[in-house]
């Protein structure tokens, strides 16, 4: 400490030596642009997920949108067709909220026959959360007119995917917006620059990044990430489809695969907790398989559709353990055990895997994914 | 949207289109690594600040600190000193809250006899807000055994100033914090990394960066920092000294000076309140110059300690207007007009400075700084 540090900057950056907190990026090398990368959720505290590393889940890759040149068209059963340039909806009142996106795909390694031996973040971290500030769709909707025959709204984005989604006018009305800003500056280009549809506690494929239109219209689009993708056979042979909300879910962050306790003693268990349907009620860890459950404590202020951190202090023996987390949220809805997942929705999911996470110590220290 | 977008990245930045969103530099020249840097809240929305873009006071520059070999000492009026590893630290338990940290001297030019010039975030910018976390203080002094004679905590950094500051032990027990994280992450180099001590509410100095000692005492160090500096002059000739807390402040964010009306009509007036005294009751909009006042709507949640976001609708006519913003806390304090600010501090003010603030429209959407 005898000589002067760096100097200022226009815009820090994390520390190197924090280079390994990173995405982890899962693409597929035949279509490019088309993956996911995972928030490093085991890394992280808090409930803020820092823009840098909020999950990604693209089709077609990252397209650079000049911010002036982009419109947002409002069409369909609308009375007048409305565009909107970026500074013309800035003009409109605005709200912020502090709210989880999560893929309606995270976790799904979860439905594998054996445990995936990975960082928790790197199976259960195609979720974020950030605050995100924009218009209230309820008041473009109401400038367009909507024809009281529609009741499906449809979302398209400016990627080279243009991917579609059809979600219920209802919602759209209730608490969904167009935003323009994530976590207090313009939103990252990977997250939908300069303009994201937030479609709060549901599939994330619906909260579109990079909206260029949204259609007014009586019935869904149907379009192959809803009818392909994102539906589900059932144990009945039918198909689940609008399958919309994310249920309650958590997740122990640390101690997790990847970590090392270094010897018995006191420890604090921390993790996340989320619920598409509203706060977060209540999580249960247990040390023991689940045999016996205890309360957590909930970081204050628990707010609805957002990260809720959950702790609560552990001594360790020193003996193999498995630790569990159990959420409730606010509507009654309980975090299924993984048995019970598969009992209701069979062998053939692949999304809105929301089971409770069993993690085991052994004698070492180490933590390793175990299905009980 | 015909072409692939750009490929995935582990740690994602700003889109270019923003690299005019950065803090401004403001340093000594004869000093090297002394000065700071603002946060542009003129071209952010909701309440986190990016931590690429919270301001910066250094004396003396970034240091560079190993995190395996940084450690906290603590020590003085204790029953067994203590020292911590930051991987030592970590095994406690742990908080987080969003919080405000504002500089003692933020806003300092509306002291000058002539309203300065600039943009809104570069006079008032010294003032940020994120998710802190890390471990309360009362547990690691509860485990060094304070002596029941000692009222000080003094705390000092690992920086080449070696900057002391001293707070009351009573206050550091009650919600002051040594934090590892800052918006999900670890600290940014600039923030304090990899420990910086949070003080809630109370003058920036106080939450000491890169915190590499605190020593339990019974006066406080009395170092240049809260003798020479942080203390005022007073009309009756006496200084005030140790004025921790920084009281209720507002600032319209929207529109500002270097924005520009685009003609008579509905905007939005947008602005930020805070208090060190605890959560915003009210924000009164005026824009007539302090005539009329009207209540703006507050973004719930409003968290104690921590920026709230206003917003209230306006039609400008076109003729020329005078913006204002006066905040009021729930501990009845009332932000307070320039001329009953300046008749009790008087004119040797340099700190502390939280004036309601005055931006006058002309009839070509032109904004100014103005004194009214």
Same mark, same amino acid.
């Given at each position: 400490?005898?000589? /002067?540090?760096?100097?200022?900057?226009?815009?820090? *950056?994390?520390?190197?030596?924090?280079?390994?907190?990173?995405?982890?990026?899962?693409?597929?090398r035949?279509?490019?642009?088309?993956g996911?990368?995972?928030?490093?959720?085991?890394?992280?505290?808090?409930?803020i997920?820092?823009?840098?590393?909020?999950?990604?889940?693209?089709?077609?890759?990252?397209?650079?949108? /000049?911010?002036?040149?982009?419109?947002?068209?409002?069409h369909?059963?609308?009375?007048?067709?409305?565009?909107?340039?970026?500074?013309?909806?800035?003009?409109?009142?605005?709200?912020?909220?502090?709210?989880?996106?999560?893929?309606?795909?995270?976790?799904?390694?979860?439905?594998?026959?054996?445990?995936?031996?990975?960082?928790?973040?790197?199976?259960?971290?195609?979720?974020s959360?950030?605050?995100?500030?924009?218009?209230?769709?309820?008041?473009?909707?109401?400038?367009?007119?909507?024809?009281?025959?529609?009741s499906w709204?449809?979302?398209?984005?400016?990627?080279?995917?243009?991917? *579609?989604?059809?979600?219920p006018?209802?919602?759209?009305?209730?608490?969904?917006?167009?935003a323009?800003?994530?976590?207090?500056?313009?939103?990252?280009?990977?997250?939908?620059?300069?303009?994201?549809?937030?479609?709060?506690?549901?599939?994330?494929?619906?909260?579109?990044?990079?909206?260029?239109?949204?259609?007014v219209?009586?019935e869904?689009?149907m379009?192959?990430?809803?009818?392909?993708?994102?539906?589900?056979?059932?144990?009945?042979?039918?198909?689940?489809?609008f399958?919309?909300?994310?249920?309650?879910?958590?997740l122990?962050?640390?101690p997790?695969?990847?970590?090392?306790?270094?010897?018995?003693?006191?420890?604090?268990?921390?993790?996340?907790?989320?619920?598409?349907?509203?706060?977060?009620?209540?999580?249960?860890?247990?040390?023991?398989?689940?045999?016996?459950?205890?309360?957590?404590?909930? *970081?204050?202020?628990?707010?609805?559709?957002?990260?809720?951190?959950?702790?609560?202090?552990?001594?360790?023996?020193?003996?193999?353990?498995v630790?569990?987390?159990?959420a409730?949220?606010?509507?009654?809805?309980? *975090?299924?055990?993984?048995?019970?997942?598969?009992?209701?929705?069979?062998?053939?999911?692949?999304?809105?895997?929301?089971?409770?996470?069993?993690?085991?110590?052994?004698?070492?220290?180490?933590?390793?994914?175990?299905?009980?």
């Amino acid at each position: 400490m005898k000589t /002067p540090g760096q100097p200022f900057s226009n815009y820090g *950056q994390p520390s190197l030596q924090e280079r390994g907190v990173v995405r982890w990026i899962s693409a597929n090398r035949g279509v490019p642009g088309n993956g996911v990368s995972w928030t490093p959720l085991h890394d992280l505290e808090g409930t803020i997920t820092p823009s840098g590393l909020h999950f990604e889940r693209h089709h077609n890759g990252v397209p650079q949108i /000049p911010i002036d040149q982009h419109r947002l068209l409002i069409h369909g059963q609308v009375r007048r067709a409305l565009t909107f340039s970026m500074g013309e909806l800035a003009r409109y009142p605005i709200r912020s909220d502090i709210l989880f996106i999560e893929c309606g795909g995270n976790s799904n390694a979860g439905w594998h026959q054996l445990p995936q031996q990975t960082r928790a973040g790197f199976m259960h971290g195609l979720a974020s959360c950030s605050e995100w500030a924009g218009v209230p769709l309820s008041l473009l909707l109401d400038e367009a007119g909507v024809d009281a025959s529609a009741s499906w709204l449809i979302a398209e984005g400016a990627d080279a995917a243009a991917i *579609q989604v059809s979600l219920p006018l209802a919602k759209a009305r209730r608490d969904c917006f167009v935003a323009l800003y994530q976590n207090g500056e313009r939103i990252r280009p990977e997250n939908g620059y300069p303009l994201r549809l937030i479609v709060p506690g549901w599939e994330g494929v619906l909260s579109i990044k990079w909206l260029r239109r949204l259609e007014v219209a009586r019935e869904p689009v149907m379009a192959r990430n809803e009818t392909a993708r994102y539906t589900e056979l059932q144990p009945s042979g039918k198909a689940r489809m609008f399958t919309f909300v994310m249920d309650a879910k958590s997740l122990i962050t640390s101690p997790s695969p990847g970590q090392r306790l270094d010897g018995k003693g006191v420890y604090e268990i921390r993790g996340l907790a989320w619920s598409g349907r509203g706060r977060i009620r209540s999580v249960e860890v247990s040390t023991d398989g689940g045999a016996h459950w205890a309360a957590a404590q909930l *970081q204050q202020p628990v707010l609805p559709l957002a990260f809720t951190r959950f702790r609560t202090g552990w001594t360790w023996s020193g003996a193999p353990a498995v630790l569990k987390s159990r959420a409730s949220d606010d509507s009654g809805y309980v *975090q299924p055990e993984r048995s019970a997942l598969i009992a209701e929705r069979g062998r053939h999911g692949y999304f809105h895997y929301n089971a409770i996470v069993s993690w085991q110590v052994d004698e070492d220290g180490e933590i390793s994914h175990v299905y009980t």
